[in-house]
C-alpha cells in the first residue's frame, strides 16, 4: 500500500478539455454519425500529485454543466463520492467562471444547459435537466476514483469492493454504414461500405478475426425491417450458435415488433428496444418469447419501478454515463438481480478512459449476463499513450492503480485544437445535419417508423 496523508486526497486543480474525435459514417435511425464527435476529458489533481482522468459527452449542454461542477470540486476530497450529487445543483447556480485552480479551455465557448424535456442528438432519448447532471456526474466520479486509486496504488474495481473477474466479455457492435463521409469530411478508414446482408457478415468477419469478439449486435432501425432481419439471418448462418442481437432503436411499431421477433425467435439472444417507450414495449414484451431489451425507456431509477411492474423489458443495458457513474451502475446491478432481470452494458461512441472505467465497473458486477458493447473497435483516435486491446473478445481487467491508462498530452492537445477551430458544426452531436449533407430534405424519422 502506498503511504498517502489525508491531505493528499485534496482536489487542488481540474481541467476540462473539450475534443473532437474521428467518427467513421455509422447510419442508424436518424441519420449518420458526424464525421467528428464532441467529447470532454475531465482531470483532476490533488494535493499529492495525483491526476485522476474522466470522459464524458462533451455537447454544449454537458460543458455547460461540467464548468461550475469543476469549481465546486476545488478543496474538496476525491473520496467525497457521495456529495457529488448533491454539489450538482449548488454549483449550477454559481457564475460559471474560472476559478482559483480551475484550468479550463472552455470558458465563454460552451453553451447553456439545456431544459427538461430538450430533444437529444443523437440516439440518447429525452434529455432531461436532471439525465445531463448525472452524465457529467459520472466523469467527475471515475475522474475521482482514478486519483483515488493512484494515491493508494489500488485499482478502480478495488476501491468498489473488488473484482469477481478478471477478464470482462465484450461484442461486435455492427452496424450499417457508408464507405465515407461526403464531400471527403473526416478521416479515411479501411472498413468499406456495408448496406447489405452480405456486407453486414463481412464487418461480422473482421470484427471476429480482429478483436475474437464471439457475440454480435446490429444497429437496426436503418432500413426496412425485412431487410434488417436477413441481415440478422445471414449471420446466424454465417456464425451459428453465436449470441444475435438486433437494436432498432424505437424504430417499429408494435405489430411489426411482434413480427420481427417471431421470425427471428430462433437465433435471437435479444431484442433491444424494438419500439419506443415502456408502454409500447409491454405489450411487445406480453407477445413473445423473445427477451426485450432497453437502454431507451429505462435509463433512470425512477424509469425502473414502471418496466418492472408492467414486465416491459427482461434486459437492462446499464451505461455509466448515463446511471450517475460507477456506484450507480453497482446500485443497478443490485436492482436488477433482486427483480430477476438480465444485466448487459451500453455503449456510445466513446474513448479508451470510458472503456477503461466500464471494464472496471464490469469486473466487480457478480451478475454480468451478456458481452458489453463497445464502440471502441469503430475509433480510430484516442488520448491514451495505448490503446486498451481486446483479446479473445474479452478486456483483462489488470491491478494497475486508477484505471490503468495514462494521458497522451500531445494526443490530447491536438484533438482539443480540432475543437477550438471547429465553427460549432460539429461541437453537437446531431445525426440528422450530417445526413442532409447526403439528402438535403432529410428530417428526423418520427417513430414508429415501420
Known sequence: MVAHRPADLVITEVRLTPVLVADPPLLNTQGVHQPYTPRLIIELVTAGGATGLGETYGDAEYLALARPLATALIGRKVTDLNALAALVDPALAAPALAGPGLADPVAGAAGTAGPDGVDAAGLRGVRTADKLRRSVRSGFEVACLDAWG????????????????????????????????????????????????????????????????????????????????????????????????????????????????????????????????????????????????????????????????????????????????????????????????????????????????????????????????????????????????????????GDAPGLGVALDRDRLAALHQRWLTDDGTYRNRDDAAAMRRVHPDWTTPPVPRW
Open 150 to 397: 493512484h494515491t493508494t496504488g489500488l485499482p478502480v474495481h478495488a476501491l468498489l469492493g473488488g473484482a469477481v473477474r478478471d477478464r470482462v466479455p465484450y461484442g461486435a457492435y455492427l452496424f450499417y454504414r457508408w464507405e465515407r463521409h461526403p464531400d471527403g469530411l473526416g478521416e479515411p478508414d479501411d472498413w468499406g461500405a456495408a448496406l447489405d446482408p452480405a456486407g453486414i457478415v463481412a464487418q461480422a468477419r473482421r470484427f471476429a478475426d480482429r478483436y475474437g469478439f464471439t457475440s454480435f449486435k446490429l444497429k437496426g432501425g436503418v432500413f426496412p425491417p425485412d431487410r434488417e432481419a436477413a441481415a440478422i439471418r445471414a449471420l446466424a448462418a454465417a456464425f451459428p450458435g453465436r449470441p444475435l442481437r438486433l437494436d432498432p432503436n424505437g424504430a417499429w411499431s408494435v405489430r411489426t415488433a411482434l413480427q420481427v421477433a417471431d421470425e427471428l425467435a430462433d437465433v435471437l439472444a435479444y431484442l433491444e428496444d424494438p419500439v419506443s417507450g415502456t408502454e409500447a414495449m409491454a405489450r411487445v414484451a406480453a407477445g413473445t418469447t423473445v427477451p426485450l431489451a432497453t437502454n431507451m425507456c429505462v435509463t433512470t431509477f425512477e424509469e425502473l419501478p414502471e418496466a418492472i411492474a408492467r414486465h416491459a423489458v427482461r434486459i437492462v443495458l446499464s451505461d455509466h454515463h448515463y446511471w450517475g457513474g460507477l456506484h450507480a451502475t453497482r446500485e443497478l446491478a443490485a436492482l436488477c438481480r433482486t427483480f430477476g432481470l438480465g444485466l448487459a452494458m451500453h455503449s456510445n461512441t466513446h474513448l479508451g478512459i470510458s472503456l477503461a472505467a466500464m471494464t472496471h465497473v464490469a469486473a466487480t458486477v457478480p451478475d454480468l449476463d451478456h458481452a458489453c458493447d463497445t464502440h471502441y473497435p469503430w475509433q480510430t483516435e484516442d488520448v491514451l499513450t495505448e490503446r486498451l486491446a481486446f483479446r479473445d473478445g474479452h478486456l483483462d481487467v
